[in-house]
């Protein structure tokens, strides 16, 4: 590997610089690579004997850009079987984010400057911290699957997220904040004043989710097969993604078995005598259509609930019926003040259940330990349990406890 210096004139008798790299790659083709500056030459030329030395150079001429990188990551995504609210979610980060802004830029020529000075793009042009922070993950897999193929040396993306380390992870903890009981947690009174309202089609379902604190697509994906009336127990083995598609939870530890409370089981016995069969299509002897009791919280013809619907016609109307509601500053066509739940989405009931897990027992609670928590919860982790509950668990009384080390010191 050699380096030398170029010198021309150009039509206009200007004289010119540059400093070619002259080399061979680990297949044994001569490559040429220019610089305006000596130093990058050389700095290309110390790294390039390390790629070609370990075998994973790719030259510039043969790298794709990252709009190719990416199409060939989509097709892998949808042949791998991911799930269809996936992959359009990877689709919709590459044409709308990463094509627009850096998808002409070659993957070789792709480095850490560059990818900040996307990301700093991106929230110039309006995206919110948490698109932004999604689209560097998408970003960061693109180039991924692009080195595997052997399209690029390595993954600056991914090389830059490890520079930042913990420090952007604690930023991101305390912009985030912790749940607030009565904000994020419904409050006990609220969910008394809640299960109060609750009636028809909607009861079993909100029961579950208060007192389960299941998922609401895990909600909408539960089998009646799964629910386990002699042990009162309710088994979680699939969801419904938001295209309804039915499959397995993200993780191995969304796949459990919750115990639910008397209540929750004398529910669903009900329930099941009423819930919606499913249409196989088919029909008997008689020609009477064969239907199936299968999903616990069906629509109206059996098939995967929409969450809309259950937000729409049923959380948010019983909220509102509770009297757990704001007033909008609107008024309806009578002049009667319009009101809005409180809470709004279905993950305030599995917020609300975590909380009663964790409060003690003489607090109406379960006092459960940490690892039981994000057992019951379906976490991946006990860093993601504490992440966001830790500061519900009841602390030690300090007083006490300093009181009686200062007795043993001075003894």
């Known amino acids: 590997m050699s380096i030398r210096k170029r010198t021309w004139t150009t039509p206009k008798g200007v ?4 400093w070619v790299v002259d080399y061979v790659d680990q297949a044994g083709k001569r490559r040429l690579k220019t610089f305006p500056k000596k130093k990058d030459a050389d700095a290309f030329s110390a790294s390039a004997k390390v790629e070609i030395r370990q075998g994973v150079h ?10 190719t990188a990416g199409s060939l990551w989509l097709a892998s995504c949808k042949s791998a079987g991911l799930e269809r609210a996936t992959v359009e979610d990877y689709e919709r980060h590459v044409r709308l ?34 698109m932004v922070k999604k689209v560097l993950v998408s970003l960061s897999t693109l180039v991924a699957d692009a080195q595997e193929r052997g ?36 409050t006990r009174e609220d969910v008394k ?31 009646w097969q799964d629910v386990d009336f ?13 295209f309804n598609d039915i499959g397995k939870p993200k993780s191995v530890s969304g796949e459990r078995t919750v115990p639910a409370l008397p209540m929750v089981i004398n529910a669903l016995k009900e329930w099941k005598l009423a819930c919606p069969k499913r ?11 064969i239907t199936v009791l299968d999903l616990v919280f069906p629509n109206g013809s059996g098939k995967v609930e929409q969450l809309n619907n259950i937000l729409r016609r049923g959380l948010h109307p019983a909220w509102v019926a509770a009297g757990v509601a704001v007033d909008t500053g609107e008024v309806d066509e009578n002049g009667k003040p319009i009101l809005a739940p409180k809470y709004t989405g279905m993950h305030a009931l599995r917020h609300f259940f975590a909380s009663w897990c964790i409060n003690r027992k003489e607090d109406g609670g ?14 991946s982790t006990i860093a993601l349990t504490m992440d966001r509950y830790s500061h519900l668990f009841p602390k030690d009384d300090d007083a006490d406890e300093l009181a009686a080390a200062e007795k043993a010191f001075m003894a």
Do not use: Y
């Not at 004289?15 to 540059?18: I, V, Y």
């Not at 380390?165 to 903890?173: L, V």
């Not at 249409?279 to 259509?289: A, E, F, L, Q």
């Open 193 to 223: 004043a809640l299960l109060g309202a609750l009636e028809g089609r909607w009861r079993p379902l909100i029961l579950t989710a208060t007192f389960c604190g299941l998922r609401a697509s895990e909600l909408r994906g539960l089998r």
């Open 230 to 242: 002699t042990k009162g127990q309710i088994r979680v083995h699939q969801r419904a993604d938001r």
């Open 279 to 289: 249409d196989t299509g088919k029909h008997d002897v008689d020609g009477n259509p």
């Open 58 to 67: 790719v030259a510039d001429s043969a790298s794709a850009t990252i709009e």
């Open 97 to 130: 984010h990463i094509n627009p802004l850096i998808g002409a830029v070659k993957l070789s020529a792709l480095n850490i400057a560059k990818v900040r000075s996307f990301e700093d793009d991106l929230r110039e042009q309006g995206r919110s911290p948490a």
């Open 366 to 379: 379960l006092g459960l330990p940490p690892k039981m928590v994000q057992e019951r919860m379906g976490h």
């Open 151 to 186: 399209l690029v040396a390595r993954n600056v993306v991914r090389d830059m997220k490890s520079r930042r380390g913990k420090a952007d992870t604690q930023q991101e903890k305390r912009q985030k904040g912790r749940l607030k009981i009565g904000v994020d947690i419904p």
């Open 15 to 18: 004289e010119k610089t540059a």
